[in-house]
DNA sequence: ACGCACTCCGTAAACGTTTACGAATGTTGG
DNA sequence: CCAACATTCGTAAACGTTTACGGAGTGCGT
C-alpha cells in the first residue's frame, strides 16, 4: 500500500474523503468511515508523516535530548529510561510519540539541537543537563519551540523547567548530620558547570550558616560524576590534615567508589564516617552498610515533565491549565546504615534497615 | 527564516539554485554557491526535513527501537546508551541521524514498530531484543525497511542480525569449570521466549556432553533477567538436595542478588560455590569476591550494528561491501575470583585479581 | 556569422497529506 | 412545489523541498 491515493482507489472514493474519515472529521458517513477504518487495518495504512506534517506544520513528535557521551552513559544509571515511562504515559493520552536524541558526543549539544530544531522534526523538546548559562534555552525560545528543561538554568529564567530539589536535600543532610552531632561536614560538588552544583553548595552553606558553623571551602570536594569520582572524593577525603566527620555525596554513583576506597584505608562508612548519598540508584543499593540516601520516582518525575510541556503547547494547554512554569522535586529520604553513629561517642544508633529486595519493585 | 524560498528571495536568486547550491550540487557557480551558504548560516536556515523527506522519500534518520519496560529500565544497564556511541560514529560519517524509540511498556511492539514504520519517519531500522519467532522481523521485511535485529531469531533465517555468543559463553565457562573439577554445574537460562536462552543453553548442553556428563535438567534454573532474578536463582540453588559446585548465570544483574543471598546463607561464592557471571556490567564491577566474567566493547559492538546496517541500505552499501549478513559477537573471559577453588580440595589456585580502578575508564 | 559546447540558473512538477470550498443529493417546512 | 437547510463528498490548493528540463548567456572554432 502505497498511500492514501490507492487506498481511496481501491474504495472508489476520493482521497479527501478518506482522509477525512481517518482522522474522526465530522463530515462523512457512518458507513463509509467503516468501510474506510476497514480497509486501512487491511492494508496497514498509517499515513506517511511526511507528507502529513509538511501539510500542518507539526508532527506530533516530542523529543527528548540526551547527551550520550561515555561519562553519561557509565553514570546516569538508566534515568533517562526510567523518565520516559512516565513522559509516555501523558504523552500517549494525545496521541504524541516521544523519541530520544542522543546527542553525539563529539558534537557540540548547541549545535546538534539546532540542527534537529531546524529540521523540524519535533514539535516539542525535553533537554536535560542543563547549564548554568544554556545557549540551548535561547535558541529554543527565539525557534519558538515549546520545551520544558530538566534542571534549571539560569537561561531558563523565563521559561518552564523542573528540577531535583538539591538545595533542600543538601540541606537536609547537613540538619541530619549536625542533629547528630556532626560540625565538620565534607560536600561534593561538580566540576563542571552545570547549574545544580551552585544550587547544591547553596543548601549546604545556608543550612551550616543556620547553626553558626563557617563555611570552609577546604571542605568543598570537585569531583566527576562517576564512581572513579567518588574513589577520588574519598583519596581527598583522606588526605584533610583535620579529618571530617561526615560526607554529603552528589551524584547517584559516587558512593560506590568512595565506598571502596574508604574500605581500602579501613575507614568504615557508618562508623568513622558517616556518609549520605544522593539518588538511590539501582547501582548503590547492595552497599553494605546501606546507604542513607535521597529517593524520588522517576516515574512520576517523567509524568510531571510531560504536563509541564504539554501546559506550554498552545494545541494542549487547554487540558493542563494548572500546571505552572517551575517545579523543584522532592525527594525522600531513605535512612540507612551510613550515618547512624554519633561523632563524640561512636555510638551506633538504631533505626530500622532499610529493605532491598521487598516484594514490590523498589522505584529506582 | 521561514524556508527556502525567504531565503532565495532575500538573495534574489531561484529557489532551485538555492537547494542545489546548499546541497552541494554541480550546475551552480562557486561565487553563488558562497552567498548562500553564507546567507544560509547567518539566518540558521536549515531545510525542514517533512519538506525534504516528502520529496526524495528518505528522512536520513536511523531509528533504534528499545523496549522501555521498567524491567528493562532496571536492567539493560545502560546497554543501549553505550551502543548508540558506535552506531553514531558510523553514521555521522554518511549524515545520518539516530533517533531512539523507545516502546512504552503498555503497548505491544509489534504495533509500535508498524506504527513507526508505516510514518515512515525513518529510513532503517534496529529492533533489539529479538524473541524466537518475531513478527517484528516479517513485519519490516515486508516493508522493505532496511534493518538489522540485535539478537539472532528464528524468523531472521534471511536477514541482517548480530548476537552476543551466548553458545560460547556457556561452552567456555562450563570447559573452564570442568577443567577445575567441577562436575555438577548449574546454568541459569531466561524465563521468557528470547531467543538467547535456547542458544545459551545450548552451548551449556555441547559443553556437557563433550566431557560425558549428562544433562541434569533440574540444574536449569528458569529466572527473570534482574537482580531479583539472582536472588530467587540462589535460592532455588540452596534447595536442590545434591547442590551443584558451580554455577553460571546469564544477564548482567544477575549476579548481585545471587550474591546477596549466597552470603546470606552462609555460602561464600568463590569458596563454596563457583560463580561466573555473564556480561561485566558496571553495577557488578564492585562485586567482592571479584566476579568472573565476559566482557564486551558495547562501543565496537554499536559500529559493526552501524556497518552492518549500512551495508543493507541500497544507498550506501558500496561503502561497506565486505560486510556480512551476520555476525557472533565475543566476549572476552574476565577472570575474577569467584571460581578459583577446586571443588575437591577446596584449595583457591593463584590468578592475578581483576582491576577495577585503573585509570582507563573500563569499557561498559 | 554560424554552430556547438559549456556554464549557470529559472521554471515547474512532484512527493503524500490535509482542508477550505463548493457541488450534489436528500430532507424538511411552509 | 419551492426555499432553506443538512448531509456527504469531490476538487484543488497548499505545505517546503528537490530535481528534470530547458533556456539564456558566453566562448570558441570554423
Redo the contacts between chains.
Sequence with gaps: MKGIRQLAEHLDISIGTVSRALNGKPDVNDETRRRVLAAAEEF????????R??RQGE?K?IGLM?E?S?E???N???FF??V??GL??VF?RHKL??????C????DPHEYL???V????VDAMIISETHRIDRRIDLLSRAKIPFVALGRSLSASNSAWIDLDFEGVANRAVERLIARGHRRIAITAPSSEVNLGYIFLDGYRRALERHDIPFDPSLVIRVKSS??GG?QAANELLLLEERPTAVILIYELMA??L??RLMESGVMPGRDLAVIGFRDA??A??LQPSLSCFRMSLYDLGVELGRMLLANMPAYQDFYPGDGRNIIWPLELIVGESDLFDPRTGEKEFEPERL??DNK?VE?
Excluded at 104 to 107: A, F, G, I, L
Excluded at 118 to 121: E, G, N, T, V
Design positions: 496497514g495504512y498509517v499515513a506517511n508523516q511526511s507528507g506534517s509538511l508532527t513528535v540526551i550520550s561515555m553519561t552513559v557509565e546516569a544509571d538508566n529510561l526510567g520516559t515511562s509516555q504515559s500517549a510519540d516521544l523519541i530520544m536524541l542522543p553525539p558526543s563529539d558534537e539546532q540542527r534537529m531546524a529540521r523540524r522534526i564512581e572513579q574513589y560506590i567508589g565506598y571502596r539501582p547501582r543499593r547492595f532491598i529486595f519493585t529506582s
